[in-house]
Structure formats: structure tokens, C-alpha cells
């Protein structure tokens, strides 16, 4: 076994790497760029070497500095982890040329799977079912465009050396074709170097099943059972699941025999997922192959009770399949869900920010937290949002649904928006566990999933108001003497009793609060409602009990900030202050950042005539793209940013004049 390896990645990743290694006795290198320097999986790793600017191309994606570090640290090998240069065939064959062992397949598999057009070629001999659509050489628009007519729409178009829903758009209608196309090509070259697309049928209903598969340097291979990733949104997995649910024992032999067959003709090593479309009808299509550790692959370990990050560690040392086919069992169900810096509630948009406040499931034999981050770390525009992977397990499916629920809502944090909420709303939602499960379900369900909060506003204002009273004086009483009148939060006076004014804001909305403290309870009235309320704080839970109603928040305070965490779902409010000063709003027809980001394209010049929903300006954040559109038809009038700005939320990106306004 190797002594010492190099984890070319960063994150929950990397930190996942390096627990199995040092488990198994290896000592461990980590890389880092310098938005990483504090970062978790620095400080897990026996050393750790500075690679460069927090850009990844001047830090992750560098291959020669990887290698270089590789042998000036002595490491026998290398994990790359998913993503990054993870299925880069040149970083592959270039440990290889340096007598560097890649924790992965050959170079000559990474090729053969890397291109999405040819990997269907590759299929299609070994006898693995595949879409209809185009996967061929010639990448003319005029062309492209042609074969999606003989396609038809909807379709899919898709990068071919991508992954992780970047460089795919599905498109609608021949109307659409063109803009999609430039899209997703740009998007595809930002991403992974290469512009080029194919084409596919794009399925209605269908079910995203995945295989794992691995195979031996001894030319052996398995599959460890199968996952469903059909949740996803932007053709990204949301929450994933093993075994796949309501697949028949035939079904399910034959995407695995179906897989294995799919790896053995490129001559496969180690860990790699076969993805298909699976239909109604029971049918199922090659998609494409992952050559590397999935991002979900926690679920499939807690079916199996298998270690993969040590099955890849010993395959790639040389040691046959730990076990034969027939020797692999599975137990129970399992799910993973994905917590990202972002927010849901507006289209899904990244969330940059530090994590302030950070709290997480009691870790068990049933629920497992993936982590790259601890408190206080933030959370960059460099990299991809995800927080944490979130599994759970129990002996069935419905067992462990209710087990997802419970975790996610034990799941609390600020200072960023995060998707916690939504994953909740999912878990819960009866469709889902009504196995009405394909790759459109969020946008089926919007209503279910994205419900008014069900938080009394008022009622969570007193509650609020009872936690900044009792964090008062725990700390008034921490200091002095708890028993004198002094330390009271109703302003003491002799003879006399006093109600306390408050103002307390959500948003814009100002409330004013009066409360009056009375035996250790508080009265607090808030326009016309009314509310006996006490209270005891501990660390950052509130135990209280409202109008006779006992319950539990937590909270987290930061300077006039708070936030609640109650049922799943968070209050945030804050001690309201006059402050006195100018503000100017943006001129009417301007368009903001919707995020911190890049601008990657302004498709516009100033004085053009523009329509409404015309593209305009491209912002770029965490490897994902977003449009700025026209709100109305117009004229441009100003362009503040150009390409390969940076930008903050907020910031006034370009100005347009309606077509009204100029008349006038």
C-alpha cells in the first residue's frame, strides 16, 4: 500500500480522501489555493502546499504544479477527487509519464469516455441501449442545427467533454436552437476547454438511474448496486438515493450486466458511474460514464458497507476486487442531500458569504455529514456552493425519508442564504414519496416545494424579543448579581413597574414591541396582538413557553441581527436603530447583479435597440451562468461593466430606457 499520496482537489472532497487514508495508515498532501488557506482540508492533511491565486485555473487546474509538488513531497500517488483535473486525460497520462500512480482509469479510458459523442460510439459496439440524437465530429451550427430538426424538440444539447449540468440547455423549439447554442458552447469552453455539443432526444419523463461500477488492474468488475438521481434542477442532483426505488431485480441486473460491459470495453480501472436515462416503459439509455468517484457515492457505501475511496486506494495499488458479484449485499435505503450556498427562492442563484453560524445532525450509524467547511469559512464566488452532503440510512425507505426530514431540519445556518428549507419541503413532499419520481420533478411541484412559510410573524417576533431579553441577562447576570433589581430587564424603579419599548424589523417593516416584565415572565404586546411568554436560554437554544405553548428555537445573534430556527424553517429580524442619511434607489430601466460574479459576455452596445427578454449582459458565478435580461423594449444607455469584471450583488450592471421614457 502507498505510503504517502497528494489529494488534488479541495473541500468536503479532499477531506473525505484523506479520513479513509489516514485510516488505512497513509499520510497525505493537500494542495490549496490561497482563497484555501484556512480551509479544513489544509488542516486535516499532514502538509499542505500553497498553489496559487484563488482563480482555478492559476490553482486547481494546474497540472504542472501538481506534478511538481508530487515529487518534491515524495507522494507515490495521486486522488483527484471529482472534479477539476479529475477527468482530465493529460493530467492522467502525465503522472503516469512521471511515475506517478493516478487513483483513477488509464489516460486511454479518461479519452475513450471524455467525449461524449465518442463514448456513444464506444456503446453502441459493446451493445449498451443508447438516445437518439447526433453525436458526430462536425460541429457547423448550420449543421448542428439541421440535426436537431431530425431530432426534434424537445432536445437536449449537451457538452461533450462536460459534466455536472454545465454546457447543456434544453431546448424547446427550433426558435430557441440558435441562442442555446451560443450559450451553452460558451458556457461548455469557460468549463472544460472545449465547445463542441451533442444532441439527444430529450426524454419527458425519464428516471436518471446510475450504476457503480469497478474494475481491477487483473481485468475483473462489478457493480455495487445503483442509484437514483432523478431530483435534480439545472440538470444538477439535488438528492440522491440507493437503491433505486420500484426497479425490478431483471431491471436491475440488466443496467448492471449492461455497465460492466460498458467499462470492460475501454478496458476500465477502479471507480467509475455508468448514467442512464431510464423511461416509463421500462427501458433504459446510456447517458454517459463518469470516470472518477461520484459526488453521491456516500449513499451506495451506506447500502453496501463499503469503504470506495479504499477499494479505489487498493485497486489502484495493484490488489484485485475486494469482492466477486456475488458476494456483494446490500441493506436498508439510503439517501443524500446536497446543502448549497444558494437560493431557492430566487431561481436558484449561488449565495456567497461566511458561514457565521453553523450547526449539524449528531453524526451516527444513521446519519453521516460530508463537510469541507466549519464555521466561520466563506463560502467564495472561485468554487462551486456546496456546503455538505447530508446522508442518512435506515432498513427502509420510508424510515429513512423521515430520518432526512429530522436531520435537515437539526441543520442550521447563517450569515448565507442556503437551500435547507427546500431540501426539507422535497424530503416531505408526498410525491416523492410516492415514488412519482423523474428529472422534472421540482418544476412539477413548485408548489409543493416552494410553500409560504408557516412561522406566525408576530408570534416569532416575540419569541425573538424573549431571546434578546434572556441574552441580556445572561450576560448582565454573568458579571454582577443576579438577584438585584438592577438586572432586571424592565428599568427597575421603586414603586413603580415600567413597559419596555422594542422596535424589531423584518425587511423593511418596522414593529414597535412593549414588554413588561412581571415574576419572570414577559408580556409582550405587538400591535394588537398579545403574548405571555418565558423563557431560558441555553447556549443558542430557547426553551420557552408562549401563551401555555412549550417549545424549542435556536438562535443566533450577530450584532443587531437575528436569526431563528423554528420547524425547518428560519425567522431573521433585527433591532431596529434610527439611522439618518441619503439613500438613492437605481434609476428606473436599470438591471442588477442578481449575485456575486463575472461578467462573461455583454452582448449589447450602448444605443441599441433592444426587446424585452433579450439577453444582455452574461454573469458567471460558481461555474454557472446566468442572463441578465431586457424587463422591457428599449434603448441601452449605459454599460457599467465589461467582460471579466468582477462584480457584487446588487451592483447596477447596464441602464435601459423604455421606448415610453424616450418619446418623452
Known amino acids: 500500500m502507498f505510503n504517502k499520496i497528494l489529494i488534488a482537489n479541495r473541500g468536503e472532497i479532499a477531506c473525505r480522501v484523506i479520513q479513509t487514508a489516514h485510516r488505512l495508515g497513509i499520510k497525505c498532501v493537500a494542495v490549496y489555493s490561497e482563497a484555501d488557506r484556512n480551509a479544513r482540508h489544509v488542516a486535516m492533511a499532514d502538509e499542505a502546499f500553497l498553489l496559487g491565486p484563488a482563480p482555478s485555473s492559476e490553482s486547481y487546474l494546474r497540472a504542472d504544479k501538481i506534478i511538481e509538488i508530487c515529487k518534491q513531497s515524495g507522494a507515490q500517488a495521486v486522488h483527484p477527487g471529482y472534479g477539476f483535473l479529475s477527468e482530465n486525460t493529460g493530467f492522467a497520462k502525465a503522472c503516469e509519464d512521471n511515475g506517478i500512480v493516478f487513483i483513477g482509469p488509464p489516460a486511454s479510458a479518461i479519452a475513450a469516455m471524455g467525449s461524449k459523442s465518442a463514448a456513444k460510439e464506444i456503446m453502441s459496439h459493446a451493445n449498451v441501449p443508447l438516445v437518439p440524437g447526433y453525436h458526430g465530429e462536425d460541429q457547423t451550427p448550420a449543421l448542428l442545427k439541421q440535426e436537431a430538426e431530425k431530432c426534434g424538440f424537445p432536445l437536449l444539447l449537451k457538452a461533450v467533454a462536460g459534466g455536472g449540468g454545465k454546457g447543456m440547455r434544453v431546448v424547446e423549439s427550433l426558435k430557441e436552437f440558435d441562442e442555446a447554442l451560443v450559450s451553452a458552447c460558451r458556457e461548455a469552453k469557460n468549463a472544460f476547454g472545449n465547445p463542441d455539443m451533442l444532441i439527444e432526444k430529450y426524454l419527458t419523463q425519464p428516471r436518471h438511474v446510475e ?52 467499462a470492460q470495453a475501454i478496458d476500465y480501472v477502479g471507480a467509475g458511474t455508468v448514467e442512464f436515462l431510464y423511461d416509463v416503459d421500462g427501458s433504459f439509455y446510456f447517458m454517459e460514464m463518469n470516470t472518477r468517484l461520484q459526488v453521491e457515492h456516500p449513499v451506495t457505501e451506506m447500502i453496501t458497507g463499503q469503504d470506495l475511496v479504499e477499494w479505489q486506494l487498493r485497486i489502484a495499488d495493484g490488489e484485485p476486487l475486494p469482492l466477486q458479484q456475488d458476494q456483494i449485499r446490500i441493506s436498508g435505503h439510503a439517501l443524500e442531500a446536497r446543502i448549497y450556498a444558494e437560493d431557492p427562492d430566487n431561481d436558484f442563484l449561488p449565495a456567497t458569504g461566511t458561514l457565521r453560524y453553523l450547526r449539524t445532525p449528531q453524526e451516527n450509524a444513521h446519519v453521516r455529514v460530508d463537510t469541507g467547511v466549519i464555521e466561520g469559512d466563506e463560502v467564495s464566488v472561485y468554487y462551486d456552493p456546496m456546503i455538505a452532503k447530508l446522508i442518512v440510512w ?271
Open 211 to 262: 450504476i457503480q461500477v469497478f474494475c481491477d488492474q487483473q481485468g475483473n468488475g462489478v457493480y455495487l448496486a445503483e442509484r437514483d438521481c432523478s431530483v435534480q434542477r439545472r440538470h444538477q442532483k439535488v438528492i440522491e438515493e440507493a437503491p433505486a426505488p420500484g426497479l425490478s431485480d431483471a431491471t436491475r441486473k440488466a443496467m448492471g450486466d449492461a455497465a460492466v460491459r460498458a
Open 394 to 664: 435506515d432498513d427502509s425507505r420510508d424510515r429513512a425519508i423521515a430520518r432526512m426530514e429530522q436531520a435537515l431540519e437539526e441543520y442550521r445556518i447563517a450569515g448565507l442564504k442556503t437551500n435547507t428549507r427546500f431540501l426539507r419541503n422535497l424530503a416531505g413532499a408526498q410525491p416523492f414519496k410516492n415514488l412519482q419520481l423523474d428529472t422534472g420533478f421540482i418544476d412539477k411541484h413548485q408548489a409543493l416545494l416552494f410553500p409560504p412559510s408557516t412561522l406566525d410573524p408576530l408570534q416569532c417576533l416575540a419569541m425573538a424579543a424573549c431571546f434578546l431579553l434572556e441574552k441580556q441577562k445572561a450576560v448582565r447576570t454573568s458579571s454582577g448579581d443576579p438577584y438585584s433589581p438592577f438586572a432586571r430587564e424592565n428599568s427597575w424603579r421603586l414603586n413603580s413597574s415600567y413597559a419596555r419599548p422594542m422596535k424589531l424589523a423584518v425587511g423593511d417593516q418596522v414593529h414597535e414591541l412593549r414588554i413588561l416584565e412581571q415574576q419572570g415572565c414577559y408580556q409582550i404586546s405587538i400591535d394588537d396582538a398579545s403574548y405571555q411568554v418565558s423563557g431560558q436560554l441555553n447556549d443558542d437554544a430557547l426553551q420557552l413557553v408562549i401563551n401555555g405553548h412549550r417549545l424549542t428555537v435556536h438562535g443566533f445573534q450577530d450584532g443587531d441581527d437575528l436569526t431563528l430556527f423554528h420547524n425547518g424553517e428560519q425567522f431573521s429580524c433585527r433591532q431596529y436603530r434610527e439611522t439618518f442619511g441619503e439613500h438613492e434607489d437605481a434609476g428606473k430601466g436599470s438591471l442588477s447583479a442578481p449575485m456575486n460574479g463575472a461578467v462573461v459576455a455583454v452582448l449589447v452596445e450602448v444605443g441599441q435597440t433592444v426587446s424585452e427578454g433579450q439577453t444582455l449582459v452574461v454573469m458567471e458565478a460558481m461555474k454557472m451562468e446566468h442572463s441578465i435580461q431586457a424587463p422591457h423594449d428599449g434603448v441601452v444607455g449605459e454599460i457599467y461593466f465589461a467582460e471579466g469584471d468582477l462584480v457584487d450583488e446588487g451592483a447596477e450592471l447596464i441602464a435601459v430606457t423604455a421606448n415610453d421614457e424616450e418619446a418623452a
